[in-house]
């Protein structure tokens, strides 16, 4: 059940003391022999966890992790992090992370509204996290109920005798302030005594989550931005007398190495890392789902660490975060991160398998229920490349086409960060058999309980919505180019060495070869998120005559019981 310490206001500091007097065995690994002024904090790092409870995930990609080992899963990760803490001690260890703990969720945890989620991560330990975009997913109101408990507004209680009591952990968020009383929705910071030195914790969520949620559930607060939150913020804790201080940040960039490496990471990471404040003495970020421990300078021109930990559970950061004890101060020198693996060769944790075990048992048969079949594997999802075309982002979108076709629609798009999974051919993880979808399968692909709707829109409009697929940073931040899935029967042609809103090249937008006129109205079929203006394709804005149809879920599952046999749709899109 979650601490009274949750239950406090939603602003201001959080403050937690967690003892901390070395055992004999522990002293050694806590302090520095030769300068017993300094000690040791080992910080415990994930991002990105987004629910992935079982070990179902897929290896690292190989030039992230050339040995291929095989990772993942809530009950491998546990036993990890107990493993990690051990070598200095629990006392002498904390455990944070850096948003999107929920949302977009696989079927086990998303159906239950990322209530196993929590469960699990209350289970490991969690001190504190960042929010990310994804917390956001289904508003401000279920953030907070999340953080603090109570039965959902609409299922209910999953459990009579055990209503949902919120999250153990706290969920920082320093740049988001409501816009009626000019306070943050959640505290902004908190600090942890740990081994007689304190650690200030800044959590905050990436400037343009507005642009990656839908806005209506947004609307009662403004995001700020990171640096300027990040720098006031540590000037507060500096009066406070913690100068020991981590920023969370769900934001991140790429880079070409491995999981151990940083080589040449990208804005907009690198440009907040030049730019935040020297007070800060860490940064852990996510966001872009990315590995990596770089060493980068602060505005003064001193190092600091800045590192991720991938996704999923897949990976964890360690960080021997060394601290003066006599003045409060961080060694940077003396400070060192790695990142770990979540090899699946950890023993279980049998909390955790209990947890999954539990909420199995409510899911039922439904998720084993097969609604449809592939004859090869369609892949193309939001863990991969966002700014290319996918089969799996077509097909998504041929599906909301043939829901919103009964209203008139012509085509219909897709934005491929809502498409959370492939279909495999070669996968029978509830012993269905190769090509067979469960409805947890098609759960997986989209989980976000968006309402399919067509509207109409100019042929101008049209190609208004396309030109949008690239908005540099800071519009989106990390991911400058979201690709949208098209339906079968439209095409155009994509020039990305022209212009930024003169890609798509005149004349060359057609429908069923017919060439698309920019006078002429079409009606489009598209998920509210995007017709709500998310990720920032603000030029459905401009449509009319809006129809609703089914919920995503119900419109996917149709159709692939409509089409056995799937294969992956052809490319649409030409020089994308």
């Known amino acids: 059940m979650a601490g009274s310490r949750l239950r406090m206001a939603a602003v201001g500091v959080i403050a937690l003391a967690v003892t901390a007097v070395p055992s004999a065995a522990q002293a050694g690994k806590s302090t520095h022999r030769g300068n017993p002024n300094l000690t040791t904090v080992q910080i415990l790092s994930f991002n990105d966890y987004h629910g992935h409870l079982e070990a179902t995930d897929p290896v690292l990609a190989p030039t992230v992790d050339p040995s291929q080992t095989p990772v993942g899963g809530a009950e491998h990760l546990a036993t990890t992090l107990t493993t990690l803490r051990a070598k200095v001690g629990a006392a002498n260890s904390l455990t944070v992370a850096a948003g999107d703990l929920i949302g ?55 459990f009579t005798d055990a209503p949902y009591a919120g999250a153990d952990f706290q969920w920082l968020a320093a740049n988001v302030v409501r816009k009626d009383t000019g306070t943050t929705l959640l505290p902004g910071t908190s600090v942890k005594t740990v081994n007689g030195v304190r650690v200030g914790f800044i959590g905050m969520t990436l400037e343009a989550t507005p642009a990656l949620v839908n806005p209506s559930g947004v609307a009662s607060v403004a995001f700020r931005d990171e640096v300027l939150a990040a720098n006031a913020q540590a000037r507060l804790l500096k009066k406070q007398g913690v100068k020991a201080i981590v920023v969370l940040l769900h934001e991140g960039g790429y880079q070409a190495g491995d999981y151990r490496t940083c080589s040449g990471i990208s804005d907009p990471i690198a440009q907040i890392a030049s730019t935040m404040t020297p007070e800060v003495d860490l940064i852990v970020s996510g966001h872009t789902h990315q590995a990596y ?43 060192k991160a790695v990142n770990h693996l979540n090899a699946r060769t950890a023993v279980k944790d049998p909390v955790q398998t209990g947890i999954i075990a539990k909420w199995t048992t409510l899911a039922g048969p439904i998720r084993s229920l097969v609604v449809g079949s592939v004859a090869q594997s369609i892949t193309g999802d939001a863990s991969g490349n966002r700014g290319i075309e996918t089969p799996m982002g077509d097909l998504v979108a041929d599906a909301m086409l043939a829901a919103t076709k009964p209203a008139g629609a012509q085509l219909a798009f897709m934005n491929v960060g809502g498409v959370r999974a492939s279909l495999l051919y070669p996968t029978s993880t509830l012993g269905e058999g190769d090509g067979k979808v469960t409805y947890s399968e098609a759960y997986a692909v989209t989980p976000f309980g968006n309402v399919v709707l067509s509207l109409d829109m100019t042929g101008d409009q049209i190609r208004q919505v396309l030109e949008q697929q690239y908005q540099p940073i800071p519009a989106r931040g990390s991911r400058p180019m979201l690709a949208l899935g098209v339906s079968e029967g439209f095409t155009y042609i994509w020039d990305s060495a022209a212009p930024q809103g003169s890609r798509v090249v005149p004349g060359s937008m057609a429908l069923h070869g017919v060439p698309v006129s920019l006078t002429s109205t079409y009606r489009v079929g598209v998920q509210n998120f995007l017709a709500d203006g998310g990720d920032s394709f603000t030029a459905f804005l401009g449509g009319t005559n809006r129809i609703g149809a089914a919920e995503d879920l119900a419109a996917f599952i149709t159709y692939l019981q409509a089409n056995p046999g799937l294969l992956p749709p052809p490319d649409r899109i030409a020089g994308l």
């Open 293 to 335: 421990i770089c060493s980068l300078p602060d505005p003064a021109g001193h190092p600091r660490l800045v590192t991720s930990a991938a996704d999923y559970g897949r990976a964890v950061t360690e960080t021997s975060l060394v601290v003066n004890r006599a003045s409060g101060e961080v060694d940077r020198a003396r400070t």
């Open 104 to 158: 977009g969720s696989p079927f086990l945890s998303g159906i239950f509204h990322d209530e196993p989620a929590v469960e699990s991560l209350n289970a490991m330990k969690l001190d504190v996290s960042a929010v990310g975009n994804h917390e956001f997913d289904e508003g401000t109101t279920e953030l907070l109920r999340m953080q603090n408990g109570g039965c959902h507004p609409v299922a209910g209680c999953y």
